[in-house]
């Protein structure tokens, strides 16, 4: 097997980064979407299974948390710097997927 050397980040390496609006927009989509396929009791789990800290059990709940982490420090650095603003949004109730 051959070797190649690579630049690698450390795990405990803190990484500034700039992103747009829109691309954090991008990202939202791709968590909303991804819980979209859910149905409430497997959400109700999956948040059951995070705060027992069993998301490695779970590889969508692993994914789930990343994507909920980021996110929320993306919120978090905005709010910090000024850069959010207040609005009225609709938020739509979640469909119970059991009636029909």
Same mark, same amino acid.
């Given at each position: 097997m051959?070797?190649?050397?690579? #630049?690698?980040?450390? %795990?405990?390496?803190?990484?500034?980064?700039?992103?747009?609006?829109? +691309? %954090?927009?991008?990202?939202?989509?791709? =968590?909303?979407?991804?819980?979209?396929?859910? #149905?409430?009791?497997?959400?109700?789990?999956?948040?059951?299974?995070?705060?027992?800290?069993?998301?490695?059990?779970?590889? +969508?709940?692993y994914? =789930?948390?990343?994507? =909920?982490i980021?996110?929320? #420090?993306?919120?978090?650095?905005?709010?910090?710097?000024?850069?959010?603003?207040?609005?009225?949004?609709?938020?739509?109730?979640?469909?119970?997927?059991?009636?029909?």
């Amino acid at each position: 097997m051959a070797q190649k050397e690579l #630049s690698v980040i450390p %795990y405990d390496a803190i990484i500034k980064l700039e992103i747009s609006g829109g +691309f %954090y927009a991008r990202l939202q989509q791709l =968590f909303m979407d991804s819980i979209a396929t859910k #149905s409430k009791e497997q959400l109700q789990e999956l948040i059951e299974n995070l705060k027992k800290g069993d998301e490695n059990k779970d590889p +969508f709940a692993y994914h =789930f948390e990343t994507l =909920f982490i980021m996110l929320r #420090s993306i919120e978090q650095e905005a709010e910090k710097q000024g850069v959010t603003n207040r609005q009225e949004v609709d938020i739509p109730e979640a469909p119970d997927q059991n009636q029909e």
